[in-house]
């Protein structure tokens, strides 16, 4: 019974108050982040009795909106997939949370099979797009999902592969143990962090996860600017789960990334089994939330530095570069830890 | 003729892609994190709260001049009323008790809708009544009445002038 409520409270935690939160937050950080980086203000006019906050409340004036409009529902859609498809979107990234360690023992199910469950999960994450375009009877849509389809499953290739070099170094695919096996030091000096062993891996499980999420360069499925998309017909709050999936996944790649290359709740030289508890563990929270902080600040930046990709070249990038980089990083790895 | 260009050189570090990424991203972070802790770069005006100072030439919205005992100067002669291009004015007259002033505007109309803000009604006032010089920005309204400003708007820009009636000087 209290293993029952421990883990309804961690669900709600992990979830509901830091996945969903931080991904509204996310939705105001991305227009101000770009506002500063261009030279603009940025949101700043919503108020709740008389509060702006910097125009943090826009995200709450923006679900209020998306509740508050019509839901929509085109004559030729097929109407059951229509209604799911944004549910089926959401669902897997929040799902993907039930494996990242936020804390020594803070994970609602530390599987031994862990980083195997993020792919199966984030795998399911392609039919969100796919079935909303098709559902939807609009050409566009459709051809909107094929992209996405074809993208998120290139890109699943070699963001699989080019973490295979983390699981080669620490010897294990759960996540938990990966955090635990990066507090070691290499050379009794620098932390053994994904990041510091697998610098290239790193790179490349950013770039394949940013594709794989469907952010800017790689937001050809969507691309707001020039195409439309598989969410064209797509109105009020089923758009804005749409909208807040693609935010709640730079969570998880942040989540993912920190976990499995910036060393999880890690703070190098203190503590590095967990074993303290107390003070010590709530500070190893703290810097877990921060790394994921920061991942998802670098994501934003990425996404309002680089210009969007040509489809051609997202195809040539993920299959004839991403994809023979990952094997040589594997190859690599292998020789280095056999010699 | 052509001309000839400059072709960069491209070697490894741009063909490689993530040399420049990082470059770009330096610039990015460079102007967010300026902007961010002191909004040296931002060119956006907030602009009900602030607003960009007029030029010194900028005239304005009209207004009436008073007289030493707070009422208004003009004598309702017509002469702004006749030179106005726009037809904007509209002045209905009343017999003035005083017998030497004769006359004062009962309504003194002006549609800033049709006003073209030439000037020429501050020119035609033989008695400096009329002046387009107060330097207020008139607000838009949502509806046409509400463009015709009266009397009692006009005075409450007005201030005493420095002309005596009859045309001498103090």
New interface residues.
């Given amino acids: 019974m209290t293993f029952i409520l421990l883990t309804a409270v961690k669900v709600v935690a992990f979830c509901m108050v830091f996945a969903l939160s931080l991904g509204a937050i996310l939705t105001w950080a991305e227009r101000k982040m770009s506002a500063l980086i261009q030279d603009r203000v940025g949101p700043n006019r919503a108020s709740l009795l008389g509060v702006r906050a910097f125009g943090l409340m826009h995200p709450i004036a923006d679900a209020v909106k998306a509740f508050t409009k019509e839901d929509f529902v085109p004559a030729g859609a097929n109407r059951w997939l229509f209604l799911t498809a944004p549910a089926l979107a959401m669902v897997p990234p929040l799902v993907v949370f039930a494996v990242v360690p936020f804390g020594p023992g803070l994970v609602i199910a530390p599987l031994d099979t862990g980083m195997l469950f993020v792919f199966a999960i984030l795998g399911l994450g392609v039919y969100g797009a796919v079935l909303g375009g098709w559902s939807s009877d609009n050409s566009l849509a459709l051809l909107g999902s094929l992209r996405a389809a074809a993208q998120m499953v290139s890109y699943e290739v070699s963001m699989g592969l080019n973490v295979v070099g983390v699981f080669a170094v620490f010897g294990t695919v759960s996540l938990t143990q990966i955090v635990v096996a990066q507090g070691e030091l290499l050379w009794g000096l620098v932390p053994k962090w994904g990041i510091v062993v697998q610098p290239l891996g790193f790179v490349l499980f950013l770039a394949a996860a940013m594709a794989e999420n469907k952010r800017a360069p790689f937001d050809l499925p969507e691309g707001e600017s020039e195409i439309v998309g598989y969410h064209v017909e797509y109105s009020s709050m089923r758009f804005a789960m749409f909208f807040l999936a693609e935010f709640v996944e730079v969570v998880v790649v942040a989540a993912i990334g920190a976990t499995l290359f910036l060393g999880g709740w890690q703070i190098p030289w203190l503590d590095p089994r967990g074993q303290a508890g107390g003070g010590v563990m709530l500070a190893q929270v703290g810097a877990f939330v921060a790394k994921v902080v920061f991942l998802c600040w670098l994501q934003l930046l990425i996404r309002w530095t680089l210009p969007r990709f040509r489809y051609d070249q997202v195809m040539t990038l993920g299959w004839k570069y991403l994809l023979p980089l990952s094997f040589a990083n594997i190859v690599v790895t292998a020789v280095v830890l056999a010699a | 003729m052509g001309k000839p260009v400059d072709r960069p050189e491209i070697d490894l570090s741009i063909q490689s892609y993530?040399p420049e990424?990082l470059r770009?991203?330096r610039?990015?972070?460079r102007?967010?994190f300026v902007?961010?802790f002191t909004q040296r770069?931002?060119?956006?005006l907030?602009y009900p709260e602030d607003k960009r100072p007029y030029a010194r030439r900028y005239r304005g919205h009209h207004r009436l001049m008073r007289r030493e005992d707070g009422s208004v100067r003009c004598v309702a002669c017509f002469l702004c009323a006749t030179a106005c291009p726009a037809d904007c004015i509209r002045i209905v007259a009343g017999e003035h008790e005083n017998k030497d002033i004769e006359k004062y505007p009962v309504v003194f109309e002006i549609d800033m809708l049709k006003c073209v803000f030439c000037g020429l009604c501050e020119e035609a006032c033989p008695c400096d009544a009329i002046r387009l010089d107060s330097g207020v920005h008139r607000q838009p309204a949502f509806d046409r009445a509400s463009e015709v400003c009266g009397k009692v708007d006009l005075l409450a820009l007005g201030s005493l002038s420095a002309a005596r009636q009859g045309g001498e000087f103090k």
């Fill in positions: 993530l990424v770009g991203m610039v990015s972070a102007h967010f902007n961010l770069d931002i060119v956006t907030r």
